[in-house]
Nanobody, 119 residues
Framework: QVRLVESGGGSVQPRGSLTLSCTIS????????MAWYRQAPGKQRELVAR???????DYADSVTGRFTVSRDNFLNTHYLHMSSLKPEDTAVYFC?????????????WGQGTQVTVSS
């Protein structure tokens, strides 16, 4: 069973930086797309960045130039590097994977990690 586990959230001051991690565990699996979403209080979940395997990452306009994604294939971990953080970046951040495992292709979600940007 595939699991996505996020870590790295916390509180940071405006203009600060934070890196989130998303570690994927399970049996043999194939990743089609990894993505990061966020949901602020009272708002709908929104896409932050999406990376198709072997493709280019697309970023939301609101984070372009400030957020970047990377991955460590050996650790099966994806990262969201956030810099120049703003109060409006405050949200619960979720990693998401479109993953094939044991004959099934499905959408998997992490549990979410809180990011709070405040002075």
């Amino acid at each position: 069973q595939v699991r996505l586990v996020e870590s790295g959230g916390g509180s940071v001051q405006p203009r600060g930086s934070l890196t989130l991690s998303c570690t994927i565990s399970g049996g043999l699996f194939t990743i089609y797309t990894m993505a990061w979403y966020r949901q602020a209080p009272g708002k709908q979940r929104e896409l932050v960045a999406r990376t198709p395997t072997g493709g280019r990452t697309d970023y939301a306009d609101s984070v372009t130039g400030r957020f970047t994604v990377s991955r460590d294939n050996f650790l099966n971990t994806h990262y969201l590097h956030m810099s120049s953080l703003k109060p409006e970046d405050t949200a619960v951040y979720f990693c998401n994977g479109d993953i094939w495992e044991s004959g099934t292709r499905a959408d998997y979600w992490g549990q979410g990690t809180q990011v709070t940007v405040s002075s």
